[in-house]
Nanobody, 121 residues
Framework: QVQLVESGGGLVQAGGSLRLSCAAS????????MNWYRQAAGKQRELVAT???????NYEESVKGRFTISRDNAKNTVYLQMNSLKPEDTAVYCC???????????????WGQGTQVTVSP
């Protein structure tokens, strides 16, 4: 079993910054892909950013140039640095990790508990 602990959400004014963290622990051989999703009130969940084990990244169009996803494989942790925040970034942010428990195990998907990010005008 794997546990995910998120931190770093909160209330910030437009133009401000926040850094989210998601730390995984438990039976982990490797984490192939790490994602950050968000869901605003009344809207569907959307994929914000992705980082592969090798460090390749991809971003949702509206956050390109403002958000940076990174990972520390030694700590099994993924980060989301969010700069130049806008009110439309307000949402619950969740990490999503694809974890392999062994060299011959298929990746299994785990979700964080979610952290609220609120950006005031």
């Amino acid at each position: 079993q794997v546990q995910l602990v998120e931190s770093g959400g909160g209330l910030v004014q437009a133009g401000g910054s926040l850094r989210l963290s998601c730390a995984a622990s438990g039976r982990i051989w490797s984490i192939t892909v790490m994602n950050w999703y968000r869901q605003a009130a009344g809207k569907q969940r959307e994929l914000v950013a992705t980082i592969t084990y090798g460090g390749g990244t991809n971003y949702e169009e509206s956050v390109k140039g403002r958000f940076t996803i990174s990972r520390d494989n030694a700590k099994n942790t993924v980060y989301l640095q969010m700069n130049s925040l806008k009110p439309e970034d307000t949402a619950v942010y969740c990490c999503n990790l694809k974890v392999r428990a062994g060299w011959d195990a298929a990746p299994y998907e785990y979700w964080g508990q979610g952290t609220q990010v609120t950006v005031s005008p």
